[in-house]
């Protein structure tokens, strides 16, 4: 079993930048894809970054040019940087590892997540 522990989260003002990181143990290595999602209050959880073992990323269009995802297989981190925050980037993020199935990893079939750390902007 992964375990995947996200850290990083915090209030800041509009415009700001966050770096959030996900620790994922000694298992990152095998996974394929991973990604970042995020789930506002009231809102439905949504996908918003991914990274295959190639490197190659993919982006929700609200955060495309603000945010950067990226991982570090030696240390065993995922990353997110997050540039020019707004009050709408306000949500829980989530990390999540090891994609099940064909599907596109927006659908967000995962068979790790982790806590979540919370992201608050103010305008």
């Known amino acids: 079993q992964a375990q995947l522990v996200e850290s990083g989260g915090g209030s800041v003002q509009a415009g700001g930048s966050l770096t959030l990181s996900c620790a994922a143990g000694?298992?990152?290595?095998?996974?394929?894809?991973m990604a970042w999602f995020r789930q506002a209050p009231g809102g439905k959880r949504e996908g918003i970054a991914s990274i295959d073992d190639g490197g190659k990323e993919d982006y929700k269009d609200s955060v495309k040019g603000r945010f950067a995802i990226s991982r570090d297989n030696a240390k065993n981190t995922l990353y997110l940087q997050m540039n020019s925050l707004k009050p709408e980037d306000t949500a829980l993020y989530y990390c999540a590892a090891d994609k099940i199935g064909s599907g596109s990893w927006r659908q967000g079939d995962f068979r790790y997540w982790g806590q979540g750390t919370q992201v608050t902007v103010s305008s």
């Open positions: 000694i298992y990152m290595q095998r996974f394929a894809c």
